[in-house]
Nanobody
Framework: QLVESGGNLVQPGGSLRLSCVASGFSLGYFAIGWFRQAPGKEREGVSCISTRDGSADYVDSVKDRFTISRDNAKTTVYLQMDDLRPEDTAVYFC???????????????????WGQGTQVTVSS
């Protein structure tokens, strides 16, 4: 089970840190991704972290604003979000790839474990 937290209402330009905690298994196996889904839109990938070398990937819309990381105990993955914009408003989900240690894409069907999501609202 994955549980996300940290979502909130924040003003444009503000910051939030999302957490994704695994219960019953380690986040030390396959790559972990963050996704988001805005109302009326499809779920989209945001960022991913490799469990082999810790390398991170970001989609262009969040590059240089978001940072993904993982704790040494491999139980929690974080998404630090800075300089938030109204278009970042969405429900954010974390997910574990079905296979593979590296970030090779954001197709939802490549991810087998999902959290319930946490709401991020960016508004003045």
């Amino acid at each position: 089970q994955l549980v996300e937290s940290g979502g909130n209402l924040v003003q444009p330009g503000g910051s939030l840190r999302l957490s994704c905690v695994a219960s019953g298994f380690s986040l030390g196996y396959f790559a972990i991704g963050w996704f988001r889904q805005a109302p009326g839109k499809e779920r989209e990938g945001v960022s991913c972290i490799s469990t082999r070398d810790g390398s991170a990937d970001y989609v262009d819309s969040v590059k240089d604003r978001f940072t993904i990381s993982r704790d040494n105990a491999k139980t929690t993955v974080y998404l630090q979000m800075d300089d938030l914009r109204p278009e970042d408003t969405a429900v954010y989900f974390c997910a574990v790839r079905s296979a593979g240690y590296y970030c090779t894409g954001y197709e939802p069907y490549d991810y087998s474990y999902w959290g319930q999501g946490t709401q991020v609202t960016v508004s003045s």
